[in-house]
């Protein structure tokens, strides 16, 4: 094959259409069915506040933006994580998270919610941005990186 096989390429070239979406959609909480607060400890933590982790080489806050961005394209239109409060001081971080689905089947939503953050939340955070390195022996070897709390959250007032 030569060069000039390829030399109309860009005619066909089609960019997908979640590339094309520049920075993160708004956010809408009437095109959500559910909403939760979510806080998350370390489980078996090695510190004792966010601001310890830089000893491990862990930038916490850029790293747990980062896997939110990255939750919140992979799941565009299904669930959303928003970062409600994450201090320097405190050893825990709180988030809210929004899904489609109904509130109906309060067994099929907690199930739901636990594969998103025990499977891709968690996951993405140990390995991806390195948490492993702020969680002792036990969270290692449990392969648990959190303990968490699941509270509904209505924002309609009543």
Do not use: C
Not at 96 to 105: G, V
Not at 119 to 134: H, M, N, R, V
Request: aromatic share 14%; net charge neutral; charged share 30%.
């Amino acid at each position: 094959m030569s060069d000039p096989f390829f030399s109309n390429y860009k005619a066909f070239v089609v960019i997908p259409a979640d590339e094309k979406q520049m920075g993160p959609e708004p956010f809408e909480p009437k095109d959500y069915a559910s909403h939760f607060i979510l806080t998350f400890s370390l489980y078996d933590a090695v510190i004792s506040s966010w601001r310890e982790a830089t000893k491990y080489k862990v930038q916490a806050k850029k790293g747990l933006t980062n896997v939110i961005d990255g939750f919140n394209a992979k799941r565009r239109g299904t669930a959303r994580l928003h970062l409600l409060e994450m201090e320097e001081d405190q050893a825990y971080f709180v988030l809210a998270l929004s899904l489609k689905i109904q509130k109906d089947n309060e067994k099929a939503v907690m199930e739901t919610i636990t594969n998103l953050l025990e499977k891709d939340f968690a996951t993405d955070l140990l390995i991806g941005e390195t948490w492993y390195q702020i969680i002792g022996a036990k969270g290692k070897f449990e392969r648990k990186l959190f303990s968490y709390s699941v509270q509904p959250y209505d924002y309609r007032p009543k």
